[in-house]
């Protein structure tokens, strides 16, 4: 009896097709996440040391620093460096990603397969120094979906902890957070709060409850006072910055300081939540995909609900206090509410721009002792004079920004205007022409548009089959390996559809917006209607000629201003950088 043997399949290759992982080491990379930066976190040393730990044991060559996330939740991946790893593991740069424990890749189930298995697509291998699995074998697979739905399960839970504590305070009458509050203090033997160091209280503290500071109680409650009786928040500012009050930090007070303060109602013997429903909005990215985002914090009083606190209030009179709060709740939304109209008042206010940063010009008057007589109901235009106001509130101008007068810069734009109604016909033709040919540019916006709106309905279409496939898997409706398959080409189709996304949009914006050149007769007619007209038809007739005005350095000459018509495009801006004769 013979026996036939059978010599296992060889493939031979040319050399250039030989893999270049042969012969080589894995590179590795080490991924941490801190969801917030406190004296019991695991510090990122320890998840680093950890991680070096296994490469070590592994034959692993770290690439390069750890990759970090620190004070970012694991339930959201927006704000993380995931894309950055996974556009590294594009280019083939890491072969092995390293974590301390799965719960620190993310707590958020779903996602976090999505993520691991397009980079295991990839070839990328994800490892876990601590809960170390094969995610190559199905019950590696399994192990890992099983610890970051164990990750998911802690996050719901300490959120659902956190709300029955802060449901608890409510009932006892405490305010939502535990620090002090400014005209209140725990006791003599507490020591002193200290930003981002645990509060430490002694034994008759623990109740959290916070007594009336003998100092700043009064000072507080005439704040009250004043405030319900119509004394302005600026005055209230400026007498407390006189006195050196300081705020409950020790820093001095601000407007945004002062209204934190006696928004909270505590010290009439309030306290505030936030009305659930207020504390996140719903915000639709660039792939159409959603998120819930936290919304601003600065909220008015009618975005709280307010009850009657454990605490002493500042004011002995309960009936008092609530007629203060009464008529401090009145006056805050009626401010709140009030609409301040930001319409400019004068005829080139929309147009001027500081050459130095681009910024906005805001005005200001000469002094009333000085001032002339009113023209038409407003201030003369020598009085009005126009500032950068990136230079007068933050400093931020380059060229410490620039000043014009509203006259100078009516008497530069009417030379302007001069120059365009005099412009000889060969002139004109050359920029009518130069103008129809930005204008067919023009003509292909719509079709770029209509791609762009296409391309964001492909983009939530494949969205919509990522999130049906992690389903069919969760469910066992799908083998894994058909599911990375499809997975790999949806990932590629969705790279192609926004790298061209982004294409369009930068398209979209180098283009201007054109319009024709008037006639020399409309031009002349414009050119006597503004020299006869007030300040706000003159503003409605500027607008339909200027697209912007840039103020310059220097003195009241022909180049003090630039003017920019719309049916030309205005040049690149580049900041301008002072000289020794500007003034």
């Known amino acids: ?57 592994e ?98 839970q300490k959120a659902d902890s956190w709300r029955d504590t802060f449901e608890r305070r409510k009932n006892k009458g405490l305010p ?14 507490c020591p002193k709060w200290e930003y981002g160091k645990k ?67 505590f ?75 930001n319409r400019p008042r004068y005829s080139l206010s929309r147009h001027l721009r500081c050459s130095g940063c681009g910024g906005r010009m805001q005005t200001a008057l000469r002094n009333k002792r000085h001032r002339r007589p009113l023209v038409d109901g407003l201030p003369n235009p020598l009085d009005v004079t126009f500032r950068c106001a990136n230079h007068v509130k933050s400093k931020s101008c380059p060229v410490n920004g620039t000043y014009v007068s509203l006259a100078v810069a009516e008497k530069w734009f009417l030379n302007w205007l001069d120059h365009e109604t005099q412009m000889s016909e060969s002139e004109a033709e050359a920029i009518t022409a130069k103008m129809t040919a930005l204008r067919a540019q023009n003509d292909g916006d719509h079709t770029l548009l209509t791609r762009l709106e296409s391309l964001q309905g492909q983009l939530e279409g494949l969205r919509i089959k990522e999130d049906k496939l992690t389903d069919a898997v969760l469910a066992e409706l799908v083998s894994e390996d ?35 050149r008037p006639s020399q007769d409309d031009l002349l007619t414009a050119r006597k209607i503004y020299q006869a007209a007030g300040q706000a038809d003159r503003r409605e007739l500027a607008s339909k000629l200027v697209r912007e005005i840039r103020v310059n350095k220097g003195r009241s000459g022909p180049g003090k201003i630039d003017v920019y018509a719309l049916w030309e495009a205005p040049p690149p801006w580049i900041p301008r950088e002072s000289s020794s004769s500007d003034s």
């Open 199 to 265: 509060l430490e209280t002694c034994p008759k503290c623990r109740n959290g409850i916070l007594k009336i500071d003998p100092v700043t109680g009064p000072v507080l409650a005439q704040l009250y006072r004043d405030y319900a009786a119509g004394i302005s928040v600026r005055k209230l500012l400026v007498d407390l910055n006189r006195r050196g009050i300081k705020t409950f930090t020790g820093k001095p007070f601000t407007t945004g300081d002062l209204c934190s303060i006696l928004d909270s109602g």
């Open 482 to 516: 058909s599911a990375r398959r499809k997975r790999a080409e949806l990932d590629t189709q969705r790279q192609a559809l926004i790298r061209e996304q982004t294409e369009l949009r930068s398209k979209l914006k180098e283009v201007p917006v054109q319009q024709p």
């Open 59 to 156: 034959n692993i060559d770290v690439i390069a620093d750890p990759i970090m996330d620190l004070g970012e939740s694991g339930r959201q991946f927006e704000e993380r460096r995931v894309e950055e790893i996974k556009q590294m593991a594009r280019d083939k740069q890491f072969d092995v990603l390293i974590l301390w424990i799965w719960s620190r890749f993310g707590r958020n189930l779903r996602e976090s397969l999505q993520h691991l298995d397009t980079l295991m697509d990839y070839g990328v291998e994800v490892r876990a120094a601590k809960e170390d699995f094969d995610g190559k074998t199905t019950i590696g697979r399994f192990a890992i979906a099983q610890m970051l739905n164990i990750a998911e399960l802690e996050s719901n």
């Open 267 to 341: 010290g009439l013997g309030y306290v505030r939540y936030l009305i659930p429903e207020l504390s996140h909005q719903v915000v639709t990215n660039d792939d159409g995909s959603t998120k819930r985002k936290r919304m601003n914090r600065q909220r008015d009083v009618t975005a709280f609900l307010y009850y009657g606190g454990a605490h002493d209030a500042v004011i002995d009179d309960p009936a008092e206090c609530e007629r203060i709060w009464d008529a401090y709740t009145k006056r805050r939304m009626a401010q709140s509410g009030r609409s301040f109209s």
């Open 176 to 189: 939502h957070a535990n620090r002090g509050r400014f005209g209140y203090y725990r006791c003599e033997t």
């Open 1 to 57: 009896m013979s026996i036939t043997v059978t010599t296992a399949p060889l493939r031979l290759r040319p050399l250039e097709e030989q893999p270049t992982t042969a012969g080589r080491r894995k590179r590795g990379l080490i991924y941490v996440r801190v969801s917030k930066a406190r004296d019991d976190m695991i510090s990122p040393e320890l998840q680093v040391g950890h991680a070096m730990t296994l490469a070590r044991s």
